[in-house]
């Protein structure tokens, strides 16, 4: 279907007369190449060691993908044991083993679904439950009770239920009317604990009755800024680990007799083991897997070192290898790349496997001309970082690395805004790969490769969505973490290595979502919403404003899409003219005028996604609309071509006059 006939259903085909009307793509159009999938990884989130397919132990762990899938490993050699989909699933945080033989597996949805929850038994395989809990898009834990009962704790509604193969599902409700995540879920004696995001809270909750109550806040810690990221039964101490992602505090709560008993700093989550014989368990903390005894809170290190940015165990629990130097039991686990890890308290011996588990590709999120002229491309979740061939399009350089929100060349450098803490990162492409956080280099005397420059934890910023080359400097936007608003504009200076400014709500609790620059001003067009859905908006529509670098001030904001809540990109053309889309329209403003003076609509959409990117080759304009199609726009009369239907997302051009898109994790590339 063309672009007028889509605009004609809606209504809205009056609109056309605006500024142009859309056409059918021509005989002459660009060619649309396949360049196939760039990003392909291992993610493994949430994992557990526990019988597997003939009652052998298993290291079990849930790969994310489309769709995702529930791995089962041998321990002792990282072979593969079996491997199902979860259909409608893209990945998990949430497996676990109930007491009946099954292992439960609660995720987080594709494109299309929701959170679900499935369910594998030795004799039919995995079960698809659906979705326990509508209007939940993501369970992200879950703990085995009695039996083959399993609970389950989701957002954004901040609820917990149950599921018992005989009686279905139980909803529990809303934990707290504070709290949209319940994100980590354990059970011990009949009571259910979960953990919420900040202000941090662990309740108590009667499975039978329902009841709850929310435990003391340990001593020492303020709550304000953490989430109860991960809570663990082992034996009779529930282990609560606050913070995020990164090594934080945990803390052992003595559950008879109902008080804080222990405390350990920088430990790593997702889990701890289960106890061995005298009650100790086994943990990462401080890159090191160390043993702790909770009745007297002795750790004893073990030598085995786990390096690199994130280093969270993905299921940790015992096996017996078989092997000559791990008789008995060996603590085993995984870790997010499909590396398993396994330690023999008897022998000391140690040894880190990679596994069997198969890559996924993994969707792009960001693409971008690098100084070398070759296209890079960044990814979700997973991350990755691909660099392709101009003359090709084929993939030249692959290595794994953090979710990647923004890329821009600057200076003979490509700069990388990665997912969380709103970091940036400065890519040499003349110099070796060494990524001394997510693939350590056999040479650790190397200089980092891409270096990280600055982050904005502490402004509480998530993802550095905006990146801009503004002469000497670079600027970057941010949106800010959960329970938050209003995004942070920064300016670096590559020759000082400082940041020159830096300051948060240039425009009153809205992020920075697309930047461009001209003649000493930085444009930036702003969103309403935060860098997680859960935190409701104050404003109602996104703003573009006009920021001198010279002075460090705001010269001017105006709306220039009137009730759309983001402007996410933003370019100029030859004359000048400043270009954004919103929704669906893309608009031209004056910046000398301070107006808005031509509008093309189209559609009727109020999508806070889309892509613009002026081609100097052909002078158009081109871009992504709402996840729905590619276009074209000629800015001189404003008549705009639907060049291919999709859900497109995210699109630049070369500055050979090749146009490159993504859907999903598929890279397309579009040449005359």
Same mark, same amino acid.
């Given at each position: 279907?063309?672009?007028?006939?889509?605009?004609?259903?809606?209504?809205?085909?009056?609109?056309?007369?605006?500024?142009?009307?859309?056409?059918?793509? !021509?005989?002459?159009?660009?060619?649309?190449?396949?360049?196939?999938?760039?990003?392909?990884?291992?993610?493994?989130?949430?994992?557990?060691?526990?019988?597997?397919?003939?009652?052998?132990?298993?290291?079990?762990?849930? @790969?994310?993908?489309?769709?995702?899938?529930?791995?089962?490993?041998?321990?002792?050699?990282?072979?593969?044991?079996?491997?199902?989909?979860?259909?409608?699933?893209?990945?998990?945080?949430?497996?676990?083993?109930?007491?009946?033989?099954?292992?439960?597996?609660?995720?987080?949805?594709?494109?299309?679904?929701?959170?679900?929850?499935?369910?594998?038994?030795?004799?039919?395989?995995?079960?698809?439950?659906?979705?326990?809990?509508?209007? +939940?898009?993501?369970?992200?834990?879950?703990?085995?009770?009695?039996?083959?009962?399993?609970?389950?704790?989701?957002?954004?509604?901040?609820?917990?239920?149950?599921?018992?193969?005989? #009686?279905?599902? *139980?909803?529990?409700?809303?934990?707290?009317?504070?709290?949209?995540?319940?994100?980590?879920?354990?059970?011990?004696?009949?009571?259910?604990?979960?953990?919420?995001?900040?202000?941090?809270?662990?309740?108590?909750?009667?499975?039978? #009755?329902?009841?709850?109550?929310?435990?003391?806040?340990?001593?020492?810690?303020?709550?304000?800024?953490?989430?109860?990221?991960?809570?663990?039964?082992?034996?009779?101490?529930?282990?609560?680990?606050?913070?995020?992602?990164?090594?934080?505090?945990? *803390?052992?709560?003595?559950?008879?007799?109902?008080?804080?008993?222990?405390?350990?700093?920088?430990?790593?989550?997702?889990?701890?083991?289960?106890?061995?014989?005298?009650?100790?368990?086994?943990?990462?903390?401080?890159?090191?897997?160390?043993?702790?005894?909770?009745?007297?809170?002795?750790?004893?290190?073990?030598?085995?070192?786990?390096?690199?940015?994130?280093?969270?165990?993905?299921?940790?629990?015992?096996?017996?290898?078989?092997?000559?130097?791990?008789?008995?039991?060996?603590?085993?686990?995984?870790?997010?790349?499909?590396?398993?890890?396994?330690?023999?308290?008897?022998?000391?011996?140690?040894?880190?496997?990679?596994?069997?588990?198969?890559?996924?590709?993994?969707?792009?999120?960001?693409?971008?001309?690098?100084?070398?002229?070759?296209?890079?491309?960044?990814?979700?979740?997973?991350?990755?970082?691909? !660099?392709?061939?101009?003359? #090709?399009? +084929?993939?030249?350089?692959?290595?794994?690395?953090?979710?990647?929100?923004?890329?821009?060349?600057?200076?003979?450098?490509?700069?990388?805004?990665?997912?969380?803490?709103?970091?940036?990162?400065?890519?040499?492409?003349?110099?070796?790969?060494?990524?001394?956080?997510?693939?350590?280099?056999?040479?650790?005397?190397?200089?980092?490769?891409?270096?990280?420059?600055?982050?904005?934890?502490?402004?509480?910023?998530?993802?550095?969505?905006?990146?801009?080359?503004?002469?000497?400097?670079?600027?970057?936007?941010?949106?800010?973490?959960?329970?938050?608003?209003?995004?942070?504009?920064?300016?670096?200076?590559?020759?000082?290595?400082?940041?020159?400014?830096?300051?948060?709500?240039?425009? +009153?609790?809205? @992020?920075?979502?697309?930047?461009?620059?001209?003649?000493?001003?930085?444009?930036?067009?702003? @969103?309403?919403? @935060?860098?997680?859905?859960?935190?409701?908006?104050?404003?109602?529509?996104?703003?573009?404003?006009?920021?001198?670098?010279?002075?460090?001030?705001?010269?001017?904001?105006?709306?220039?899409?009137?009730?759309?809540?983001?402007?996410?990109?933003?370019?100029?053309?030859?004359?000048?003219?400043?270009?954004?889309?919103?929704?669906?329209?893309?608009?031209?403003?004056?910046?000398?005028?301070?107006?808005?003076?031509?509008?093309?609509?189209?559609?009727?959409?109020?999508?806070?996604?889309?892509?613009?990117?002026?081609?100097?080759?052909?002078?158009?304009?081109?871009?992504?609309?709402?996840?729905?199609?590619?276009?074209?726009?000629?800015?001189?009369?404003?008549?705009?071509?639907?060049?291919?239907?999709?859900?497109? +997302?995210?699109?630049?051009?070369?500055?050979?006059?090749?146009?490159?898109?993504?859907?999903?994790?598929?890279?397309?590339?579009?040449?005359?």
């Amino acid at each position: 279907m063309t672009l007028i006939r889509r605009l004609v259903a809606c209504g809205l085909a009056a609109a056309l007369a605006v500024l142009g009307a859309a056409t059918p793509a !021509a005989a002459g159009a660009p060619r649309v190449e396949d360049l196939g999938v760039p990003l392909q990884d291992v993610l493994l989130i949430g994992g557990v060691v526990a019988p597997g397919p003939g009652g052998r132990t298993v290291l079990w762990g849930a @790969s994310s993908g489309s769709p995702a899938h529930l791995n089962a490993l041998d321990p002792a050699t990282g072979a593969e044991v079996a491997r199902y989909d979860l259909p409608g699933a893209g990945g998990s945080w949430a497996v676990d083993a109930a007491q009946d033989g099954s292992v439960y597996v609660g995720t987080y949805g594709d494109t299309v679904s929701g959170g679900r929850l499935y369910r594998w038994t030795g004799q039919g395989g995995v079960q698809d439950l659906g979705m326990p809990l509508a209007g +939940q898009s993501f369970v992200w834990s879950v703990a085995a009770g009695e039996g083959g009962t399993v609970y389950g704790g989701t957002s954004p509604g901040g609820r917990l239920f149950a599921y018992d193969p005989a #009686t279905g599902v *139980r909803d529990y409700g809303r934990l707290s009317p504070a709290h949209s995540y319940v994100r980590s879920v354990a059970y011990a004696n009949g009571k259910v604990y979960a953990g919420t995001e900040a202000p941090a809270a662990v309740f108590e909750i009667d499975a039978a #009755t329902g009841a709850s109550r929310q435990l003391p806040t340990p001593e020492g810690l303020d709550p304000a800024n953490q989430w109860a990221y991960d809570v663990n039964v082992a034996g009779n101490h529930l282990y609560v680990r606050y913070g995020g992602a990164s090594p934080g505090p945990l *803390r052992v709560w003595d559950i008879a007799a109902g008080r804080w008993t222990g405390a350990l700093e920088s430990a790593h989550g997702l889990d701890v083991s289960p106890p061995d014989a005298d009650g100790a368990v086994y943990l990462v903390r401080s890159g090191e897997l160390v043993r702790y005894d909770p009745a007297t809170g002795a750790v004893t290190g073990t030598g085995m070192p786990f390096t690199g940015r994130v280093a969270n165990t993905r299921g940790i629990g015992w096996a017996e290898l078989g092997l000559p130097d791990y008789p008995g039991k060996s603590v085993v686990g995984l870790l997010w790349r499909g590396l398993m890890f396994r330690y023999n308290p008897q022998t000391g011996a140690r040894s880190f496997v990679q596994t069997a588990v198969r890559g996924e590709p993994i969707e792009v999120t960001t693409l971008a001309q690098g100084p070398d002229d070759r296209m890079y491309a960044g990814g979700f979740l997973n991350g990755g970082f691909a !660099a392709l061939d101009p003359e #090709t399009g +084929q993939r030249t350089e692959f290595h794994t690395f953090s979710q990647s929100e923004a890329m821009v060349a600057h200076q003979g450098r490509l700069y990388i805004g990665a997912y969380p803490e709103a970091r940036v990162y400065a890519y040499d492409p003349a110099l070796p790969w060494n990524s001394t956080e997510y693939s350590p280099s056999p040479e650790p005397g190397h200089q980092p490769n891409p270096a990280r420059l600055f982050d904005f934890a502490a402004d509480k910023q998530i993802r550095p969505r905006a990146l801009v080359s503004a002469g000497r400097y670079l600027a970057a936007g941010t949106m800010p973490d959960l329970g938050h608003l209003g995004g942070v504009l920064a300016v670096w200076d590559p020759r000082t290595g400082t940041l020159k400014h830096a300051q948060r709500d240039v425009v +009153q609790d809205q @992020s920075i979502v697309s930047l461009a620059y001209r003649d000493g001003v930085l444009y930036g067009g702003t @969103s309403i919403y @935060s860098g997680q859905s859960a935190t409701p908006p104050t404003q109602q529509e996104a703003k573009l404003f006009a920021w001198s670098v010279k002075e460090d001030r705001l010269l001017w904001e105006i709306v220039p899409a009137p009730g759309k809540p983001a402007i996410p990109a933003l370019t100029f053309d030859a004359r000048g003219r400043l270009w954004g889309i919103a929704g669906g329209e893309v608009f031209a403003v004056s910046t000398a005028a301070r107006e808005v003076v031509e509008r093309v609509t189209l559609s009727g959409s109020r999508s806070a996604g889309g892509q613009l990117a002026y081609n100097p080759r052909d002078r158009r304009l081109y871009g992504a609309h709402a996840g729905q199609d590619v276009f074209s726009l000629d800015p001189r009369t404003g008549r705009h071509t639907e060049l291919r239907q999709g859900p497109v +997302q995210h699109l630049a051009v070369h500055g050979n006059g090749d146009v490159y898109f993504a859907e999903g994790p598929r890279l397309f590339r579009l040449t005359r």
